[in-house]
């Protein structure tokens, strides 16, 4: 695989959200503006990609038995660093965000890429490999958030796009609308790969 | 708040799939078969409940002590891998036939949001120790109610004839959705 294609397989053929579908609580909860969406999506990016690097720096020292909490704490440093960056930066966002900055080490996706390509492959690839994966997360992140957000508020970024008159529809924002979004987006994701095929 | 409306909060109000969506994951991998589903749940139960102890005796005792509360994570995260490798060796020794049920979710209790989310939540919330022990009891429960509900609804779903596209995880997710409509109705439980 070239470069290209493994960063292209993150954004698309295995995104990580609307084809994998692992790391579902963070897109399910804090997607309800496209502000929160953008912000865990580059969190996500960051500590992907970081803990991409290291492991696959440390690949050839760490021993198989002990690889699965070796990686955890690596992501969970990972975390940290993010956490405490985002307290002193984006205070107003990191309040919205709450719990699951932290949570972003429990975050499946970031822990199957460790095991399933960074533990394996070279320093390079792994960079590519976390990019691409962690732009396919923000990618499903921005798609989702931006439709809560139109459906449920009628801004985008806080702007408003749908005129006054537009009712917000309240379940988009709330915990229903997330799940049914999801679900019909998946749908829609797959519908058209589907007909790709054929 | 006292100890019983906490309980019911964490428990059905503010569930902890349909309105915290912590634990989504396993919420929807193991919950295509109910007996399947409980053993998750209860395998949850026991590890969130002995985790949220564990969490917060060392938060309070060594890591408040020595400040090193940025740490928690790191912390946190390894107790709660320790305790999984425990469960599941004294699951393969004392009830095979759920561990091999439970297979390769076990492990992933470790990487399950919903505990880590519970001991995080624990230290937010400022809760006292009894308050967090209602309270990780309370949302496992919930967990667990959510989980074993839900493998009745797809087992059902499995059988109706959908659009090729909707099967699958979508149909899940949108079932789950008009689950957590459901649920929605208890917020206006005044407590």
């Known amino acids: 695989m070239n470069k290209l294609q493994i960063f292209n397989n993150g954004v698309t053929k295995e995104n990580p959200i609307l084809v994998q579908q692992v790391g579902m609580c963070a897109t399910l909860a804090i997607t309800t503006s496209l502000l929160n969406g953008i912000g865990m999506g580059v969190a996500v990016i960051a500590v992907l990609t970081g803990s991409n690097i290291v492991i696959s720096l440390l690949r050839k020292f760490i021993p198989d038995e002990v690889r699965i909490p070796a990686f955890i704490i690596v ?14 930066y984006t205070f107003e966002l990191y309040k919205a965000l709450g719990v699951f900055i932290p949570l972003i080490v429990v975050n499946c996706i970031i822990l ?19 990019l691409g994966m962690g732009v396919g997360y923000l990618v499903a992140m921005i798609l989702l958030s931006s439709i809560r957000e139109i459906l449920g508020n009628g801004t985008i970024l806080g702007f408003r796009i749908l ?36 | 708040m006292d100890l019983v409306s906490l309980f019911i909060t964490s428990f059905i109000v503010n569930n902890i799939i349909f309105m915290q969506f912590l634990g989504a994951c396993p919420f929807l991998g193991v919950s295509k078969k109910i007996d399947t589903a409980a053993g998750m749940g209860i395998a ?4 969130i409940t002995l985790a949220s102890i564990i969490t917060f005796i060392i938060y309070h005792t060594i890591l408040v002590t020595f400040e090193l509360e940025y740490l928690q994570t790191i912390v946190f995260i390894l107790i709660i891998a320790a305790l999984v490798q425990f469960v599941e ?7 095979p036939g759920l561990y091999q049920a439970l297979g390769i979710f076990l492990p992933l209790i470790t990487t399950n949001c919903a505990v880590l989310g519970v001991a995080i939540n624990n230290i937010i919330y400022e809760y006292e120790f009894i308050e967090s022990l209602v309270y990780s009891v309370g949302t496992s429960a919930g967990f667990l109610l959510a989980i074993v509900l839900f493998a009745g609804v797809r087992d059902k779903v499995d059988y109706a004839d959908l659009p090729d596209s909707l099967k699958g995880s979508a149909i899940s997710l949108i079932t789950a959705g008009l689950m957590s409509v459901a649920f929605l109705g208890f917020s206006g439980l005044q407590l």
Request: a positive charge.
């Open chain 1, 75 to 88: 992501i969970a440093a990972f975390t940290t660093i993010i956490d405490l960056l985002m307290h002193a």
């Open chain 2, 89 to 95: 060796m004294f699951l393969k020794k004392s009830a």
């Open chain 1, 163 to 198: 005129p006054e008159a537009y009712e917000p529809m309240m379940m988009a924002v709330q915990p229903p609308g997330a799940f049914i979004l999801l679900g019909l987006l998946i749908g829609i994701v797959n519908y058209v790969s589907r007909s790709k095929k054929a």
């Open chain 2, 44 to 47: 949850v139960i026991f590890v």
């Open chain 1, 112 to 130: 199957a890429r460790a095991e399933a390509f960074a533990s394996k492959n070279s320093l390079s690839d792994s960079i590519i490999d976390g």
